[in-house]
């Protein structure tokens, strides 16, 4: 089965596209967690973020600067989330890298996924240091 984003890049599904350039595709996400949810996504099939070139997530990053600033002007929001999957152990349900840019206001009904609490500094700064050694 084709991916559903390559399709809508391709224009075989309809979406409410808000950018579009060369690398770089923009549209509504069906299913809004809150009033003006769009989704980022490389108009090349990437799987994730594990797959993609760094510089396509530049252009992407761009790409969310620019249109979180067009949100703001657009639908004066209080906040914004970028958001982001990759794999369904972290909620991935579409398997084509998209960044998803969520204007939040005051008491909406989203909710942080984790209850932040202390963690343990060694623990921390050895994880540091694996992640350190594998760039
Ligand atoms: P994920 O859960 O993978 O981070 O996000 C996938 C997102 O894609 C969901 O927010 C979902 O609502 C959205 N989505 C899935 N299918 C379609 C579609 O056909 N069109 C649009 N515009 N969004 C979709
Ligand atoms: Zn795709």
């Not at 770089?24 to 594990?50: S, W």
Request: glycine residues 4%; hydrophobic residues 45%.
């Amino acid at each position: 089965m084709e991916c559903i984003f390559c399709a809508i890049v391709e224009g075989k599904i309809p979406s409410a596209t808000v950018y579009e350039d060369e690398h770089v595709f923009a549209f509504m996400d069906i299913a809004p967690a809150n009033p003006g949810h769009l989704l980022i996504i490389p108009k090349q099939h990437y799987r994730n973020i594990f797959d993609m070139p760094a510089e396509i997530g530049s252009k992407i990053m761009e790409v969310a600067v620019l249109l979180a600033t067009a949100i703001r002007e657009a639908l004066n929001p209080d906040g914004l989330n970028l958001f982001q999957s990759n794999e369904a152990a972290a909620f991935q349900t579409v398997f084509h890298f998209h960044l998803h840019l969520i204007p939040r206001w005051e008491g909406d009904p989203l909710r942080l996924p984790w209850r932040p609490s202390e963690g343990n500094i060694e623990e921390i700064s050895n994880i540091a240091a694996k992640i350190q050694e594998a760039l």
